[in-house]
């Protein structure tokens, strides 16, 4: 499974874009950064696109991929609330519907809603969607396949360790917005630091006896050295695989074996 880290950042500058993960170069996670980091080809190459909430930096280029790839039908998954969020504010209304386009029977774009801890199969691969605590409804997805499996956070505070009753990963792809310096601010809009990221994998090992490597993504631009260099210590400290994604990174999972490419 080769897991295509197309955006790192919860903002956008010259040198960052928003989040979006591509897995085999056909199922997408987020869509912050999805057209603007593909050729056409490799956008038509996508199979299904999968949502975890519908803050704009996870959303923005699905109008975009309907727009860009209108000759085939590809699917969303997400929580209905992100659906109606599309629906209500996006197609339609300050985009084509590309929901009903090109023509209702052969859209360029199939809703397809999913619920907490009801797995989907998702383009071959066994999703399971798992809620996750931010400031809007939000879900996490475990994604398996017979490479191995990953949990992607998308943005989350503090609790998610919680859910590896549910989960056994071979890689956590989880956010860390703030510096550590920044804590309040993460607390109030429902994010993680470094500090309250080794609480979470304090409490995976003591839950596994172990933990997974991690693949730290949505660092803010403006504070984006300073978690670098906290992770770092972080890493040594619990004596943890910790990678802090950039742009054009693509780690591989195989059989559990994770390498960086």
Not at 110 to 123: D, G, T, Y
Not at 178 to 201: D, K, Q, V
Not at 203 to 223: D, N
Request: glycine residues 8%.
């Amino acid at each position: 499974m080769e897991i295509h880290v197309l955006g790192a950042h919860n903002g956008e500058t010259r040198d960052s874009k928003l989040v979006s993960l591509l897995v085999d170069g056909i199922l997408a996670l987020d869509a912050g950064s999805l057209t603007g980091s593909l050729t056409m080809e490799e956008q038509e190459k996508i199979i299904a696109l999968i949502l975890s909430h519908h803050h704009f930096d996870h959303i923005r280029d699905v109008a975009t991929l309907g727009l860009n790839t209108y000759t085939s039908t590809k699917q969303i998954f997400s929580p209905p609330s992100v659906l109606e969020a599309l629906t209500n504010h996006i197609f339609g209304h300050i985009y084509p519907d590309f929901t009903r386009l090109p023509s209702p029977q052969a859209p360029s774009l199939r809703l397809c809603p999913v619920e907490p801890f009801r797995p989907v199969s998702v383009a071959g691969y066994q999703v399971l969607p798992l809620p996750v605590n931010h400031n809007v409804p939000t879900v996490g997805y475990q994604v398996a396949s017979a490479s191995g499996s990953f949990f992607y956070t998308s943005d989350t505070g503090p609790g998610f360790s919680n859910l590896w009753e549910h989960i056994s990963p071979h890689l956590l792809i989880t956010e860390v917005t703030f510096p550590t310096s920044r804590e309040e601010m993460a607390g109030i809009t429902g994010h993680l630091t470094p500090r309250l990221l080794r609480g979470e994998l304090l409490e995976i090992r003591k839950r596994q006896g172990r933990l997974p490597a991690v693949l730290v993504i949505h660092m803010s631009p403006a504070g984006d050295e300073e978690i670098r260099g906290e992770l770092k210590g972080l890493g040594r400290e619990l004596e943890a695989s910790i990678i802090v994604g950039n742009e054009g990174m693509k780690v591989l999972l195989d059989a559990g074996n994770i390498r960086v490419l």
